[in-house]
């Protein structure tokens, strides 16, 4: 089985077992009167081993993936490729709905509401961003250097890691939030590492394997209790995040990729 289609499918299994040793974990795993986890509580240790054992399974799966890259535009080439541009569009509208319904949100008082508010507005913009950075790999257009566009989406995770964290910084049981701050965490590593081609700083490892922990950590994490619109920004992640690890796998593994300029002839006269 080709790369970038088995180590994808290695985080899609491995995260689905998760989610489900995670229900079983929130259903059994703590004292029904205090909500503190039961020592020993044999779903919360599984799921515990089994995150240990992915993070170095996904490690050593792309290892081989360490192909230098002269740009954005070389590493997720994707062009005239539908089911990239229909996952990745798909992405952008899912990161859309989630600004809109956190903009939406009634008001929580304090300086939650603010960060909620910052991370919507952000989400709308990187959405947008999403969809044209999508568009322009679908026709064959690179980036360039330094694209304010790609950064977007990792802004909007760092706002919502702090705001993320304020909900939760009161609570001190870390079984209850650990999965969600991992899942936000690692998707924010695996976009700051796809928008880092763009800055000549691509490291094409560290960006499939924290992508594809985003995505692990992301449906572990889908099983606990939350808004809609951190629902769909996890599913933003999933998707998008996918669909750039098997882009960038599967470019790693061509033979020969001729490095694009920041426009080619084509897209220039469709501009």
């Not at 689905?16 to 205090?34: H, K």
């Not at 779903?43 to 002269?70: Q, T, Y």
């Not at 790609?150 to 760092?158: D, E, I, N, T, V």
Request: some cysteine.
């Amino acid at each position: 089985m080709r790369k970038e289609i088995l180590v994808p499918a290695v985080a899609v299994i491995g995260g689905g077992v998760g989610f489900a040793l995670r229900r079983w974990g929130l259903s059994t795993g703590f004292e029904p009167d205090t909500g503190l986890p039961i020592p020993g509580a044999p779903a919360n240790l599984a799921l515990i081993a089994l995150s240990v054992v992915m993070a170095v399974l996904l490690a050593l799966l792309c290892l081989g993936c360490k192909r230098a890259f002269s740009g954005y535009g070389q590493a997720f080439q994707a062009q005239g490729n539908t089911l990239y541009a229909t996952a990745g569009v798909i992405s952008g509208f899912l990161l859309l709905g989630a600004g809109a319904l956190m903009a939406a949100e009634p008001a929580m008082g304090g300086e939650l509401v603010y960060t909620r508010l910052i991370t919507a507005a952000l989400a709308l913009v990187a959405g947008i961003c999403v969809v044209l950075t999508v568009r322009d790999n679908f026709r064959g257009l690179a980036d360039g250097k330094y694209s304010f566009k790609l950064l977007m989406p990792a802004y909007a995770f760092c706002v919502w890691l702090i705001a993320a964290y304020q909900v939760r910084a009161g609570d001190p049981v870390r079984l209850d939030y650990v999965y969600e701050l991992f899942a936000i965490i690692t998707g924010l590593l695996g976009l700051y590492g796809a928008a880092s081609f763009s800055f000549e700083r691509g490291r094409s490892f560290l960006t499939a394997l924290f992508s594809l922990l985003g995505v692990y950590f992301s449906l572990v994490t889908l099983a606990d209790s939350h808004q809609l619109a951190d629902m769909l920004l996890y599913a933003f992640t999933i998707v998008y995040l996918l669909t750039n690890a098997i882009t960038l796998l599967h470019n790693a593994a061509r033979p020969e990729l001729p490095a694009q300029g920041e426009h080619d002839t084509e897209g220039s006269s469709d501009a």
